[in-house]
């Protein structure tokens, strides 16, 4: 049987691959500097993909902003900061801290008490940052 890779691993490789010595050479010029323009276009061409109650075009336009997060972690990997793998724990962690009612014990009437105690932890969290 033929092993099949996740479109994910097949992305984060394609990148891995672009930024190398045998890749693309706008690829390789690329810094998160020379992306900020990018990363702001594509995810206004998300919102109005939205905004058009299209399927189709949303789907292409998160690929877009998707290539986006994937090329700056790859970018941040060459100079050993993080890889893309530490993005997706720190988010992981995020999300479980942030829904306490869903990963703790707390409990919620309804999405407005949960919207209020998301900021309460987000806050709390820049805080703890700052000290």
């Not at 097949?10 to 990363?39: F, N, V």
């Not at 409990?107 to 703890?128: D, G, L, Q, T, Y």
């Amino acid at each position: 049987m033929k092993k099949t890779r996740s479109p994910f691993n097949e992305l984060i490789r394609i990148m891995a691959l672009l930024r190398s010595a045998q890749g693309c050479p706008w690829d390789k010029h690329q810094t998160h500097q020379t992306l900020k323009k990018y990363l702001r276009e594509e995810a206004q061409e998300v919102r109005e993909a939205i905004d058009e109650g299209d399927p189709e075009h949303l789907q292409e336009e998160l690929g877009d902003l998707l290539l986006q997060v994937v090329f700056h972690a790859q970018i941040a990997r060459e100079h050993s900061e993080f890889d893309i793998n530490d993005v997706i724990r720190g988010l992981i962690r995020k999300l479980k801290r942030r829904h306490p009612h869903v990963f703790g014990k707390v409990r919620v009437k309804n999405a407005a008490e949960v919207v209020r105690n998301w900021h309460a932890i987000k806050k709390k969290e820049k805080a703890n940052k700052k000290q």
